[in-house]
């Protein structure tokens, strides 16, 4: 019998989120130890709040990431934070390849590649998105598309403690739709099969998260199905009784 990784259940709070947003992390951290059998708790909130989430979070059960990070450790790239930074701020993940990313800077798979790199480097474990558009699903292409992300982003010899995907159909995200259970089957079981192939120990596979419209009204499907070893939710992650319920739904 094969036994299920511990699930993830990582927000991702995008571009939101002010210093007022600490009674919101309490309230997750004070929620958290109900839900500690069930999940590993991470909250990725902006660049801006990283350093404050993490001091709050420190010897809690809640665990803070970044959203971005450049390859570089450091040097003349105006506005851009590097994995070094997030990780002094007292981050431990950090979130690359998100496809707000890849679509709203233009960020390839070669660049997503270089920024898990990056992230190892200074210690993070990185959270690699993937995930194909409307158009690609509609033309039949997800598991071309993805398998190809999933081959240019990861780099070889990942180790399972220090990658985790996210399969994201773009289409599904902040979109109220979420593909059909055996859809979801499916696509993971082929990214774990793609994955097991890259790792240091191959035959491994690191967890791998869906994400898109997850919410308390449909995470237990979603997170029963084999294969899905957590989620990556985003706006449901903002409002803290919706993020601890989605975890509590986690199997156990
Ligand atoms: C995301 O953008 O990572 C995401 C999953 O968003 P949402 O849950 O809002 O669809």
Redesign the pocket.
């Known amino acids: 019998m094969t036994t299920r990784a511990r699930p993830l259940i990582a927000g ?1 709070w ?1 571009m939101n989120g002010l210093t007022g947003s600490l009674a919101e992390l309490d309230a997750i951290i004070a929620g958290s130890s109900a839900v500690a059998d069930r999940a590993d708790l991470l909250i990725c909130p902006p660049a801006t709040l990283v350093a404050a989430f993490a001091a709050r979070a420190k010897g809690t059960a809640v665990m803070i990431g970044g959203q971005d990070c450049h390859p570089e450790p450091c040097g003349a790239h105006t506005g851009d934070i590097a994995a070094e930074m997030l990780k002094d701020a007292g981050a431990s993940f950090v979130i690359v390849g ?1 496809s ?1 990313r890849r679509a709203d800077h233009h960020e390839t798979d070669e660049l997503v590649r270089q920024k898990t790199l990056a992230a190892w480097r200074a210690g993070l474990v990185a959270i690699v998105c993937v995930g194909e558009t409307g158009a690609e699903r509609d033309a039949g292409q997800t598991l071309d598309v993805v398998g190809r992300q999933i081959e240019r982003s990861v780099p070889d010899g990942a180790r399972t403690e220090s990658l985790v995907v996210a399969y ?1 159909p773009v289409w ?4 109220g739709v979420t593909p059909t259970t055996s859809d979801v089957e499916q696509i993971h079981a082929f990214i774990c099969l793609k994955l097991s192939k890259k790792m240091k120990n191959s035959g491994e596979s690191s967890k791998i998260l869906y ?4 919410k308390p009204s449909n995470c237990n499907e979603l997170l029963c199905i084999s294969h899905v070893n957590g989620a ?5 992650s903002l409002k803290s009784s919706d993020f601890l319920a989605i975890a509590a739904a986690a199997p156990k």
């Open positions: 991702n995008k998100h707000e994201e599904a995200i902040g979109t994400g898109g419209s997850v990556l939710v985003g706006g449901a």
